[in-house]
Nanobody, 118 residues
Framework: QVQLVESGGGLVQPGGSLRLSCAASGFTFSMYAMSWYRQAAGKERELVASISSDGGITNYADSVKGRFTISRDNAKNTVYLQMNSLNLEDTAVYLC???????????WGQGTQVTVSS
C-alpha cells in the first residue's frame, strides 16, 4: 500500500539544523511532485517547499527561503528537507505530500515533529 514515512524531526536549539526525510513506497515516486508542509499548534497547514518530479524545479515559502533546501533522490524514493538557521517560528509538525499533477492524486505522510527551543 501507499506509504509516506517522515523522519528526522526532533528538538533543536535556535540557529541549529535538521534534515528531514520522507521515504515513499507503493507508488511510482518519480512521477510525483513532492512537497513539505508544516502545521504549528493552532495554525493552518502551510506549504514550506516543493520539488518537481524530476527535481528540476523547486519553490519555497518566503519564510524559509535561503534557510531550507528541498531535494529528492528518485533512486531511493526519498525526498529531503535540509533546514538550517532554525528559529522558534519553525516549530511545527512537518508533513510530506506526493502529488501527480496529471491525475490530481495525492498522498500524505503522518508527519514528524520539529521543535526549536532553547
Amino acid at each position: 500500500q501507499v506509504q509516506l514515512v517522515e523522519s528526522g524531526g526532533g528538538l533543536v536549539q535556535p540557529g541549529g539544523s535538521l534534515r528531514l526525510s520522507c521515504a515513499a513506497s507503493g507508488f511510482t515516486f518519480s512521477m510525483y511532485a513532492m512537497s513539505w508542509y508544516r502545521q504549528a499548534a493552532g495554525k493552518e497547514r502551510e506549504l514550506v517547499a516543493s520539488i518537481s518530479s524530476d527535481g528540476g524545479i523547486t519553490n519555497y515559502a518566503d519564510s524559509v527561503k535561503g534557510r531550507f533546501t528541498i531535494s529528492r533522490d528518485n533512486a531511493k524514493n526519498t525526498v529531503y528537507l535540509q533546514m538550517n538557521s532554525l528559529n522558534l517560528e519553525d516549530t511545527a509538525v512537518y508533513l510530506c505530500k506526493a502529488r501527480r499533477r496529471v491525475t490530481g492524486r495525492e498522498y500524505w505522510g503522518q508527519g514528524t515533529q520539529v521543535t526549536v527551543s532553547s
